[in-house]
């Protein structure tokens, strides 16, 4: 069957730098999908990747290995209002989504 | 503001009762979807149209009954829901919907928090 699988919570310190992992199993691969979604809100868009490597946007980082199955999504310095779930999401052959539950992120000051 | 309204953020009805869930989209999108979304579990998707049609429907139970009359809206309506029916429904849009799915990144709503009481 498919699969994702990413850890259920993470703790992290303010300022600090964590990197949250997903590690997928589908039928056939067309991209990886990283989301934010704030308690309460909308998920927000923050990272597709397709091709192996790593992809830089700000704070934030998106790594993926194909042969692998698995990426993971790197934020550096640490801020309060990066208290939120990320949510990993695959597209298999048919383009259809398979998503993970999500990883809570806790930052304590 | 993420260009995807819904309506209403929070409602609780009886397993009697009927009620329509709204999405309203201002992106110029043509594939809207329907997501279940309960705590600790994976987004369940529910429904998707492309332009209009319904392209995906992922064994979801007869009570719910979604409705696209155009592009930018979408409904859900709803009639004797069970408990287990409580979670989070978002409505979700994207560019385009190509063949069996899309790699277009898809644009949320803040969701429908529904309790069936």
């Known amino acids: 069957g498919q699969n994702i699988d990413q850890p259920t919570e993470m703790t992290a310190t303010e300022g600090a730098i964590v990197q949250i992992n997903c590690t997928y199993q589908t039928s056939g691969f067309n991209g990886l999908f990283w989301y934010q979604q704030h308690a309460g809100e909308a998920p927000t868009f923050l990272s597709y990747?397709?091709l192996d490597g790593l992809e830089e946007k700000g704070r934030f980082s998106s790594f993926l290995s194909r042969s692998k199955g698995y990426s993971y999504l790197l934020l550096k310095e640490l801020q309060m209002k990066d208290s939120a779930s990320y949510l990993c999401a695959a597209t298999d052959s048919n383009y259809q989504l398979i998503w993970g539950a999500g990883t809570k992120l806790i930052i304590k000051p | 503001e993420t260009g995807v309204t819904q309506t209403p953020r929070h409602l609780v009805m009886g397993m009697t009762n009927k009620k329509s869930l709204k999405c309203e989209q201002h992106?110029?999108?043509?594939?809207m979807y329907w997501y279940k979304q309960s705590a600790k579990k994976p987004l369940e998707l529910m429904f998707v149209?492309?332009?209009?049609?319904?392209?995906e429907n992922n064994s979801v139970p007869s009570r719910f009954s979604p409705e696209c009359p155009n592009s930018s809206h979408l409904f859900l309506h709803l009639h004797t829901l069970q408990p287990e029916d409580s979670a989070l429904y978002l409505c979700?849009?994207?560019?385009?919907?190509?063949?069996?799915?899309?790699?277009?990144?898809?644009?949320f709503g803040d969701g429908t928090r529904l309790s069936i009481l």
């Open positions: 979700a849009s994207s560019q385009d919907f190509d063949g069996g799915g899309s790699n277009q990144p898809q644009h």
């Open positions: 992106l110029g999108h043509n594939a």
């Open positions: 149209y492309n332009f209009k049609e319904q392209t």
């Open positions: 990747n397709v």
